[in-house]
């Protein structure tokens, strides 16, 4: 059963444009949710997170949004960048766990010129 | 500031063989230390995570051990290799809040 889920397999989007990345959770003990991007052949990178208390956190041209009446979250770029161009992954951890993040399939972002 | 490193960065070994895989964390303490695979396009999977040295928690069961014999050393082994243990290994610490910051990761291909 997969509690978090990101159905997008992949964007596509030119630069300049907004991305705008979506990810859903059943898991109503989650507390935390982060976003990750990740190259090929490398470790994922911590891009930006919020807490459950939030609905909206921005850092930079990152902003993450979060809708708990939905269970949904989303990744808004703005605007967009080559360098963008990564495997995004949406993580959720529950409270009282360890700091244990259960992560989505992620979204293969791809910005063109 | 804190470092996270993973070897070998790239493995190729043959079914039934054991594994041993290392990951070391600089910069902090008492780190709580995590390794995750992820499959070919898949997510990535939370297979052990550790609160202190000696303690271990296993997430799926599986043909994979680990062991933390140090505060800042987290190690994944296998005695025996399957070709379905094939896949990126990645080790991730995180200190007192939530984010986790991973390592470089590691290539393993099982033949």
């Known amino acids: 059963d997969q509690q978090v889920k990101q159905n997008s397999p992949s964007l596509s989007v030119q630069e300049g444009r907004i991305s705008i990345l979506n990810c859903d959770y059943t898991?109503?003990?989650?507390?935390?949710f982060l976003w990750y991007k990740k190259y090929p052949a490398e470790g994922p990178t911590f891009l930006i997170s919020i807490s459950s208390i939030k609905d909206k956190n921005e850092d930079g041209r990152f902003t993450v949004f979060l809708n708990k009446s939905a269970k949904h979250l989303s990744l808004h770029i703005v605007p967009s960048q080559p360098g963008d161009s990564a495997v995004y992954f949406c993580?959720?951890?529950?409270?009282?766990?360890?700091?244990?993040?259960?992560f989505g399939a992620g979204t293969r972002l791809a910005v063109h010129p | 500031s804190q470092t996270i490193h993973q070897w070998p960065a790239t493995l190729v070994q043959p079914v039934g063989s054991p594994l041993s895989l290392e990951c070391t964390v600089e910069g902090t303490s008492n780190p709580n230390l995590y390794w995750y695979r992820q499959a070919a396009g898949r997510g990535l999977q939370l297979l052990f995570y550790?609160?202190?040295?000696?303690?271990i928690s296993s997430e799926v069961p599986q043909n994979l051990s680990a062991s933390r014999p140090q505060d800042r050393q987290f190690i994944l082994s296998s005695k025996k290799l399957l070709l379905s243990d094939s896949g990126f290994y990645l080790c991730a610490w995180s200190g007192d809040g939530n984010t986790q910051y991973f390592g470089p990761g590691t290539r393993l291909t099982v033949l």
């Open positions: 898991n109503s003990m989650f507390d935390y």
């Open positions: 993580a959720a951890s529950p409270s009282g766990g360890y700091n244990k993040l259960i």
């Open positions: 550790s609160i202190g040295i000696g303690q």
